[in-house]
DNA sequence: CTGAAAGCGCTTACAG
DNA sequence: CTGAAAGCGCTTACAG
């Protein structure tokens, strides 16, 4: 790259010293109290050098970088990209650049992450969380960084975070399908102890109860490792039973969109045979032969929250933790009516 | 935060000078010839205290950030997800960081995220360029800066590029809807003079008279802001005209998803009445009820190819620009079945 | 009213 | 064989 031109070029330019040229382009000439001549001067030559701040040295110098970091799962689902997008606009109206990386649901990339981010000097985290890294997160509180939970939280360690009422909102999802009509309603989730997804099994089941239904054989969990094959045995079990389900709930976009497959091929007919509803939104929903009822995030208002609260955090140190719960929707579609 | 632990703190604590520290720390012993065990007593000091680099203080001594720019249209499109992941991890592979901006296939804010990435003192660009910001790419071989360009480029400007050949790709795909026996196809595509898109164009109008059809009235064409009101009318008018259309190939797969809505909504049948094409994959693609043939880009060779090259502009300046071409996949499925 | 000087945390050429 | 010193490009408290 071509040498960029600093303050001193200006300077040596002017005939002035360094400071004084920091002090006029920074906006800060009541303090040097610079001549408004000398000042339009540095300006103009600053102006025709195309000078460009250098953002590290200002860094350097100030401790803070006006970079967040942002941990997602992965940023090619587009679930996590809506996450980052979001993100991304919400941090550049407040002057912040942000770096993404995809931690893959595991702890080591998660892990190897944060350190990358913190050395890089960011101001601080937004983190979606992988199972089993709840001694990262201790940590990052630990050394003080500002940090925020989305999507998911311990529920053991006291952080900031925002997320939805993921126990509420499958509670209201499957109650929805009793009231449509069904009785044998199957649910597909993630196998993980991860307290988000334990809270949609959580609503799933007790929606049941709630409606004296049992629940015996219903919950069906697929490894995030191998999803595809998890979830076909699943289907086929549910659907190969004595009395086969009549309704599937899965727990996340990713879930259904693999099961969806299966169904297709299996040439199951939604909502006739099998009702269906799914966590999350996607594209692919849409184009289903029976338009999927899902429950939407809220994920604007999710990563405007992070934001906000990420850089209450980074302004003020003592802040406390604060959780902030944002509520959901069910967006019902074809694909539960009632039978 | 809490204060870091900087070179400073383990010198004291050694009782030696923070340059040894550097040395023994960055493993250029040889170079100041230390004492064995004083560099391992440095090191266990540097572990007890969980010393961590300061990356910015070494990118202002070195003047390099190992961080490279990548500038997508949108990152919570799936298509620039994963350009976006596979960049990302390519570059980790090499130990680079990446920060990633949208450009929402608008001129000004590619312009400002060049600015403000370049600011940040990144060693180097990957851009998927927007209409209209053929300046911007000339200002940065002007300024010598390293970087290249992916999916689409100029072809009035030389520079390094990493694409598909997108004539080729659409004159397959239409010679394939040819040969399954369909005389009316029609093209809905983004009305902008983006070299890949025009391509696209080129491909299917000449794939159509190098087989003896007309084109009269068959390519129609959606502004990027009026997606949904533009396809409506394009598909309404090829749809409704004398001699409707039998088969529609769309420019990109979020044209293809929105008209395919809009199919479901007509209730028209694929492949029977219609056969349907797109560019780009899409999960939602696999839902449709007759899976749709697509043209596959090759997202991870791509990011790869775009990490090489960058890195070999970067680590020398004067390397001549290198234009990479990646063979696209015809994904033949039922929605172009024969009639 | 103005500018020189120190310092952010590193790296490395250089002097001893 | 070892360490002090300069310098990357800024900002700002301080001395005059």
Redesign the interface.
Same mark, same amino acid.
Request: charged share 20%.
């Given at each position: 790259?071509?040498k960029k031109v600093s303050l001193k070029d200006i300077a040596q330019e002017a005939g002035v010293s360094v400071a004084l040229v920091s002090y006029v382009l920074t906006n800060k000439e009541e303090k040097a109290r610079v001549g408004q001549e000398m000042a339009k001067k540095i300006r103009k030559i600053a102006r025709k050098l195309n000078y460009?701040?250098?953002? %590290?040295?200002r860094?350097?110098k100030s401790g803070r970088?006006d970079?967040i970091g942002l941990i997602v799962a992965? %940023?090619?689902?587009?679930f996590?990209?809506?996450v980052?997008?979001t993100i991304?606009?919400e941090a550049k109206k407040n002057n912040y650049? =942000? %770096? =993404?990386?995809?931690s893959d649901e595991n702890m080591d990339k998660s892990g190897d992450l944060i350190? =990358?981010l913190?050395? &890089?000097?960011v101001d601080g985290l937004i983190v979606i969380p992988t199972e089993g890294s709840e001694a990262q997160i201790r940590q990052l509180q630990d050394?003080? =960084?500002?940090f925020v939970l989305i999507d998911r939280f311990f529920p053991d360690i006291a952080t900031s975070s925002i997320s939805i009422d993921n126990y509420a909102a499958s509670h209201d999802a499957v109650s929805h399908l009793i009231r449509s009509g069904r009785k044998r309603i199957g649910m597909i989730a993630y196998k993980t102890n991860m307290h988000h997804i334990a809270e949609r099994r959580r609503g799933f089941s007790e929606a049941l109860t709630d409606n004296g239904l049992t629940t015996a054989g219903l919950l069906k969990l697929a490894r995030y490792s191998h999803i595809k094959e998890d979830i076909r045995t699943a289907i086929d079990q549910l659907m190969g039973a004595k009395k086969p389900a009549d309704a599937l709930f899965f727990a996340t976009n990713s879930l259904a969109?693999e099961g969806? &497959?299966y169904i297709?091929e299996l040439g199951i007919k939604v909502p006739e045979q099998l009702a269906v509803v799914s966590f999350d939104e996607?594209?692919?929903?849409?184009?289903?032969?029976a338009p999927v009822t899902f429950i939407r995030q809220p994920i604007l208002e999710m990563g405007k929250a992070a934001v906000r609260v990420l850089l209450e955090h980074i302004r003020d140190?003592e802040r406390p933790a604060e959780e902030v719960c944002i509520d959901t929707e069910l967006v019902i579609r074809r694909s539960s009516a009632a039978q």
């Open positions: 790259m071509k460009q701040p250098n953002h %590290i040295a860094s350097l970088s970079t992965d %940023i090619s689902n587009p996590f990209g809506h980052a997008r991304e606009d650049t =942000v %770096i =993404v990386g995809s350190n =990358v913190l050395n &890089r000097q050394r003080n =960084v500002p969109i969806l &497959r297709i996607s594209e692919a929903f849409d184009l289903f032969h140190g």
